[in-house]
Nanobody, 122 residues
Framework: QVQLVESGGGLVQPGGSLRLSCAAS????????MGWYRQAPGKQRGLVAI???????NYADSVKGRFTISRDNAKSMVYLQMNSLKPEDTAVYYC????????????????WGQGTQVTVSS
């Protein structure tokens, strides 16, 4: 069994910062792409940032220059540093990872965390 667990969400004022963390655990064989997605009320879930196993990154236009994704392969973790937060960043943030398990080492499977709420409000 493999799971992703996020932490670090909360309430922050506009212009503030938050750091999200996501830990992968279980019978992991390898981890490929890791990323963060978000879903605001009434909207579809969308990509925020993604990082490959070689640490190449890609960001949604709306967060470029404000958010930074990073990963620690030794700890099976991915992070999202969010600076200059705006009210429109308010959403549930989900960690995502494409992983191979010990039981299924030849194929990537897509895994999601349970989500963490980020609220940007004064």
């Amino acid at each position: 069994q493999v799971q992703l667990v996020e932490s670090g969400g909360g309430l922050v004022q506009p212009g503030g910062s938050l750091r999200l963390s996501c830990a992968a655990s279980g019978s992991i064989f390898s981890i490929n792409d890791m990323g963060w997605y978000r879903q605001a009320p009434g909207k579809q879930r969308g990509l925020v940032a993604i990082i490959t196993s070689r640490s190449s990154t890609n960001y949604a236009d709306s967060v470029k220059g404000r958010f930074t994704i990073s990963r620690d392969n030794a700890k099976s973790m991915v992070y999202l540093q969010m600076n200059s937060l705006k009210p429109e960043d308010t959403a549930v943030y989900y960690c995502n990872a494409k992983m191979r398990t010990i039981q299924s080492p030849f194929y990537d499977n897509n895994y999601w965390g349970q989500g963490t709420q980020v609220t940007v409000s004064s």
